[in-house]
């Protein structure tokens, strides 16, 4: 199947233990003990809710059907064969150990039986830690009062205890793969090779196979996801399996004839998905150009590997991923896939594949010994391997129709897995003589009620400590736009933000900020009473207004710690949007102090803008790693591009700028550490060089007590004698505007910068970036190949980037395609969204649950 290792192994055996969607995850994992092996309380079996009927056509008779499903966490390649033997047998009862999940749509909203472990400490996050306990929790169910018994297993589900008039059809994705023949590859990753707790995951994990075996007794017929998997049951159980592929949603993707010059890769970034071989293949030929969709663990370890031919998008929702599987010239697969349900998504795009030739892609993938073949097969997971497959694929481009690859596809689609599975099921249970297959039916979401579905009704307190526009008040307005019938806005202060918000129809609270408007990042502050007296009215009337939301967003660090204190009172989950790298750089020692005060005492979840920002921020806190999600800050291309055709000439003169000059553009507040000194002393180095002379043009203004560096920057304009050359703007709302009319756009950050908004938007204006080299700033660009980079603070580096640009068309424009390319693929604003709204849902969701616990209690 295509299941991810996260989801298929044990706590103790993974690198991270989040049960979610894939979104990018920066901090190295912390191990996760064993659940003790300590004596247990009795455990009351679990009785069903209701009993179910069969579907049935006419004169059918009535049968009870259960389907038991090792864990609804969410939604992944077991969890789409679970949907369609619903869609199978729409009335029966479903059961799984656990249920944690937030969007209930494939399960048609129906209600689930869990077992004791759903209750047990910490279980939402580290259910897989439970691992001893699950044969005894499987065992729990009690399902005697059905007919028929389906187990959707990759884990423990198989092991339901039925009795001998009962039938049991287990659809295997795996014998528990960690616990077999891959056990030795698992302790190595998870670095479980020797040590106590070596010793003790290898006898939980020989008792698994003990019991694993014993229960396959129990089971009357094996279904298995394909002929790899069913070697492997009868290697472990000795029982042959009837091979039913898994369904593929063939009809969501359409062919595309004209292919582009990329390959492409999509997969959550964990090891045995090998997406660090073709990354470090693709470094090694500069000449084609790789795309990578995707993230998880690896993704600083893939990053590391990228040369500037290989673009790494990370998580990108599905409209994009269908997009560029249909204009990819290959697929490429390295995993060895019981499976691979992506291989055959990408050939129902026309898009051939090039795949490891082992496991399930030898079942999925014609290769060249077919008439028709859909793709070709390399022999080794090593980097050499995949290179050739590659220059062979290349070499004879025309053996591969589109067609053919869309043919191929359609023998794995979801009607002809319900067709078959629905026959093998009723050929093995006598109670199902006369049973058709019902019609299938589209679930529609409409039918969930809110307790089914807690997204359905999310209400979120957006909290922010400024009223001005700066690069955290825009991306939180992107948010803003997108979910404003379901949150509210607390503002600690006033200003353009509020009316931007107005704008959009958005209404904010401005609440007094008092003496907090004094406190500073570097250790600024006001008495300590007043402070006192104004961050504890700020607390109440945040708390005020949390009581009637789900959750509370913090979008700034001084709202943070109201935010904190707020959601106590309220008991309401806080979820902190870092912005920021909180280092001695950036933050006073008393603001780091609070910082991790907060972290201990009440933050519930942290999204980073940039790897750079969670790392700094876990090397502070020591926080949870599974708690900390990087989620790319996004910006809407629409205003850029309404600029597309309007005359360069034209929005310098409504900016009253030279028409006809070389200006290089700063778009920051006026700060030392936004570095515009080091614009203004590569001007003077740059001179001799640039004919005519460069104009330097700043937009923004000093907002936080910063007034003495915008004096001292106007001071040193004057000393030599630069005037005319140099051109203050201030703060500007059209934004889109005023770098449309740069030639080029500077990014001068002295110490790291957390993103980089700027660098994303002068992309989209069309115009070539420099930025320093430090922080996420890295993580966006790649010099050469989608902008400049230079050493930080260092004003002749600058300045001879930006004579190289301006003598150089061909880089400029190289540099502003590709450029585009990267801010409309990896930092658009759809992608931003509902990254950051996923996130709110599940801490929403979990903090409901503490919230009614605590009531009970």
């Avoid at 299941?3 to 103790?12: K, L």
């Avoid at 020989?206 to 014993?214: A, F, K, P, T």
């Avoid at 589109?402 to 093995?428: G, I, T, Y």
């Avoid at 591009?641 to 900016?655: F, I, M």
Wanted: net charge positive.
């Amino acid at each position: 199947m295509n299941h991810d290792i996260a989801e298929e192994t044990p706590g103790w055996a993974t690198t991270s233990a989040r049960p979610q969607p894939p979104v990018p995850n920066v901090a190295p994992g912390r191990d996760v003990p064993l659940a003790p092996l300590a004596p247990v309380a009795p455990v009351a079996p679990v009785a069903p809710p209701r009993r179910a009927a069969a579907p049935g056509g006419h004169g059918a008779q009535t049968a009870r059907v259960a389907i038991v499903h090792d864990w609804l966490v969410t939604y992944a390649g077991a969890e789409r064969v679970l949907e369609q033997i619903i869609a199978c047998f729409p009335d029966a009862d479903l059961f799984s150990l656990v249920d944690f999940l937030e969007d209930r749509t494939f399960i048609r909203g129906k209600p689930v039986t869990t077992s004791f472990i759903q209750k047990l400490p910490k279980a939402k996050t580290h259910y897989r830690s439970y691992l001893p306990l699950m044969p005894l929790a499987i065992e729990q169910f009690d399902l005697s009062g059905y007919d028929v018994v389906i187990s959707s297993s990759h884990a423990v589900a198989k092991g339901v205890l039925t009795g001998p008039d009962q039938v049991h059809v287990s659809y295997v994705h795996s014998p528990i793969r960690y616990a077999w023949d891959l056990q030795h590859q698992y302790l190595n990753e998870s670095k479980l090779t020797r040590g106590p707790k070596s010793a003790l995951a290898r006898m939980v994990l020989h008792y698994i196979r003990n019991w694993d075996v014993r229960t396959s007794n129990s089971v009357d017929s094996f279904v298995s996801n394909s002929a790899f998997i069913a070697r492997r049951i009868k290697k472990v159980y000795q029982r042959d399996a009837d091979v039913i592929n898994p369904p593929v949603d063939v009809e969501a993707f359409s062919v595309q004839e004209q292919k582009e010059d990329f390959y492409l890769t999509a997969s959550r970034m964990v090891p045995y998905k090998k997406i660090d071989l073709i990354v470090e293949a693709f470094a090694k030929m500069p000449q084609r150009q790789l795309v990578v969709i995707g993230d998880g663990p690896d993704m600083q370890k893939i990053r590391a590997k990228a040369a500037p031919n290989v673009e790494i998008m990370g998580y990108q929702p599905f409209s994009v991923l269908r997009d560029r599987m249909r204009r990819a010239k290959a697929f490429v697969f390295a995993a060895e896939e019981d499976f691979g349900i992506s291989v055959v998504e990408a050939q129902a795009c026309g898009t051939p594949v090039i795949a490891y030739g082992k496991g399930g892609a030898l079942e999925t993938v014609r290769d060249l010994s077919d008439p028709r073949p859909t793709g070709l097969f390399f022999d080794e997971q090593a980097a050499g391997s995949i290179i050739a497959a590659v220059e062979n694929f290349a070499a004879q481009p025309d053996r591969f129709a589109p067609a053919d690859c869309r043919a191929n596809a359609e023998r794995f689609s979801a009607a002809l897995f319900r067709e078959r599975f629905f026959a093998h099921v009723r050929a093995q249970a006598p109670a199902l003589k006369g049973v058709t297959l019902p019609p299938y039916a589209p679930y529609d979401p409409a039918q969930k009620n809110a307790a089914a579905n807690p997204a359905a009704s999310l209400r979120v307190l957006a909290v922010d400590q400024s009223g001005v526009l700066g690069g955290a008040e825009l991306s939180l307005l992107e948010i803003v736009k997108t979910l404003r019938a379901r949150m509210d806005v607390v503002l600690f202060d006033d200003g353009p933000f509020r009316a931007a918000l107005d704008r959009a129809g958005v209404p904010a609270t401005v609440l007094d900020a008092g003496a907090t408007r004094d406190m500073r990042k570097q250790g600024g502050s006001p008495p300590l009473g007043r402070a006192l007296k104004s961050v504890g009215s700020l607390v109440r009337a945040t708390a005020a207004h949390a009581r009637h939301n789900d959750v509370i967003y913090a979008n700034t660090q001084r709202a943070m710690v109201v935010s904190v204190l707020a959601g106590k009172l309220a008991r309401k989950p806080v979820v902190w949007h870092l912005r920021d790298i909180v280092s001695a750089e950036h933050f006073g020692g008393r603001q780091r102090v609070v910082i991790k005060w907060c972290a201990r005492f009440g933050l519930a979840h942290v999204i980073a803008n940039s790897a750079a920002s969670a790392r700094a921020f876990v090397q502070l806190t020591n926080f949870a790693d599974d708690k900390v999600e990087v989620v790319f800050n996004g910006i809407a291309s629409a205003p850029f591009d309404a600029l597309r055709d309007t005359p360069r000439g034209s929005l310098r003169s409504q900016l009253n700028l030279p028409r006809d000059a070389f200006l290089v553009g700063s778009f920051s507040r006026l700060a030392r550490w936004k570095g515009q000194h080091v614009l203004l002393e590569a001007m003077l180095r740059g001179d001799a060089r640039l004919n005519p002379p460069m104009h330097a043009v700043l937009v923004g203004s000093a907002l936080f007590g910063e007034d003495a560096y915008e004096a001292e920057l106007r001071a040193f304009v004057a000393q030599h004698g630069l005037g005319e050359r140099v051109h203050f703007l201030g703060f500007q709302h059209d934004i889109a505007a005023c770098m449309c009319a740069m030639d080029v756009v500077a990014h001068t950050s002295i110490t790291p910068e957390p993103f980089g908004r700027v660098i994303v938007e002068g992309m989209l204006a069309g115009r070539p970036v420099v930025a320093a080299r430090a922080g996420g700033v890295t993580e966006i660009l790649q010099h050469g190949e989608n902008g400049m980079l230079c050493k930080p603070g260092d004003a002749r580096a600058l300045a001879d980037t930006l004579a190289a640009l301006r003598a150089d068309p061909a880089l400029r424009d190289r540099l502003v395609t590709r450029g585009y390319q990267t801010a409309t693929g990896t930092f658009g604003a759809a992608a931003y969204v509902a990254g950051v709204e996923r996130i709110l849902q599940r801490v929403a969701a979990g903090g409901q649950g503490q919230a009614a616990q605590a009531k009970v209690g």
